[in-house]
């Protein structure tokens, strides 16, 4: 699977190459937290960045208030910025968002368009999608889209909208680390739910050495989640880390 920072280079600056083998990584309960929709306010933000543990924002292109949102976090050593790429659903009803890739898109428009979306979400160090189902399901667009991380330095992480992903076939053949989503955390918004999947996230570390967990920036029932264990979770042997720390 693949994966993208709110900082200072452009979106045509040469970042340092994607990791190209896939080296071994020590992973011992390492929870990697991913909080998408960034970019819409910076309040919903906010409430992640003051949890003092390392994550990462993913944040979408063209929004009102994305350049506040990349100030924001900027500020935080431990936290970083990846592009969260508009991409269509299967259910052509919802609309991706500013900046979105399509089904019908044009893979040879497929630079373009991170260009343009890079250069709103500055810094960013890899990207996940948004949506997508539609999208991540077409070997065309993806080749394109991953192609383009790794010509630029950036990573991909697959969100997993769809079970047909054509990612990691993809990153296979292209010679690119692959890494997807395992939890989400707040498909539903009441409190029982997001607590069940945080504790679903932390056995799969338990389990498996690492997980890979999404929420949202609106969900103030994730961040109560995150805030109110994460000091036991580290008394007791977990670790929280950016993602970008799997590609290297």
């Given at each position: 699977?693949?994966?993208?920072?709110?900082?200072?280079?452009?979106?045509?600056?040469k970042?340092p190459?994607?990791?190209q083998?896939?080296?071994?990584v020590?992973?011992?309960?390492?929870?990697?937290?991913?909080?998408?929709?960034?970019?819409?306010?910076v309040?919903?933000t906010?409430?992640?960045?003051?949890?003092?543990v390392?994550?990462?924002?993913?944040v979408?292109?063209?929004?009102?208030?994305?350049?506040?949102?990349?100030?924001?976090?900027?500020?935080?050593?431990?936290?970083?910025?990846?592009?969260?790429?508009?991409?269509?659903a299967l259910?052509?009803?919802?609309?991706?968002?500013?900046?979105?890739?399509?089904?019908?898109?044009?893979?040879?428009?497929?630079?373009?368009?991170?260009?343009?979306?890079?250069?709103?979400?500055?810094?960013?160090?890899?990207?996940n999608?948004?949506?997508?189902?539609r999208?991540?399901?077409?070997?065309?667009?993806?080749?394109?889209?991953?192609?383009?991380?790794?010509?630029?330095?950036?990573f991909?992480?697959?969100?997993?909208?769809a079970?047909?992903?054509?990612?990691?076939?993809?990153?296979?053949?292209?010679?690119?680390h692959?890494?997807?989503?395992?939890?989400f955390?707040?498909?539903q918004?009441?409190?029982?739910?997001?607590?069940k999947?945080?504790?679903?996230?932390?056995?799969?570390?338990r389990?498996?050495?690492?997980?890979?967990?999404?929420?949202?920036?609106?969900?103030?029932?994730?961040?109560?989640?995150?805030?109110?264990?994460y000091?036991t979770l580290?008394n007791q042997g977990?670790?929280?880390?950016?993602?970008?720390?799997?590609?290297?």
């Amino acid at each position: 699977m693949l994966l993208m920072l709110c900082g200072c280079r452009t979106a045509h600056e040469k970042r340092p190459p994607v990791q190209q083998a896939h080296q071994p990584v020590n992973r011992q309960k390492k929870i990697f937290l991913v909080i998408d929709d960034g970019g819409l306010v910076v309040s919903e933000t906010q409430q992640f960045l003051d949890i003092p543990v390392p994550m990462t924002i993913a944040v979408l292109p063209h929004q009102k208030e994305t350049p506040a949102v990349c100030r924001a976090i900027s500020k935080y050593r431990d936290k970083e910025i990846i592009l969260h790429q508009p991409m269509e659903a299967l259910d052509g009803s919802k609309n991706p968002g500013k900046g979105a890739i399509y089904n019908s898109t044009d893979p040879a428009q497929v630079a373009a368009i991170l260009d343009s979306n890079l250069k709103s979400v500055r810094g960013a160090v890899g990207m996940n999608n948004h949506m997508g189902s539609r999208v991540t399901e077409n070997p065309a667009l993806m080749t394109a889209v991953l192609r383009y991380g790794k010509q630029h330095g950036l990573f991909y992480l697959d969100s997993k909208t769809a079970f047909n992903s054509q990612v990691p076939s993809i990153a296979k053949r292209e010679h690119m680390h692959f890494e997807e989503r395992h939890v989400f955390l707040d498909i539903q918004h009441d409190r029982a739910y997001v607590r069940k999947m945080w504790g679903s996230a932390v056995n799969h570390a338990r389990e498996h050495g690492y997980a890979v967990v999404i929420g949202h920036v609106w969900s103030a029932e994730t961040a109560a989640a995150i805030r109110d264990s994460y000091a036991t979770l580290q008394n007791q042997g977990y670790t929280f880390h950016r993602l970008s720390e799997l590609y290297q």
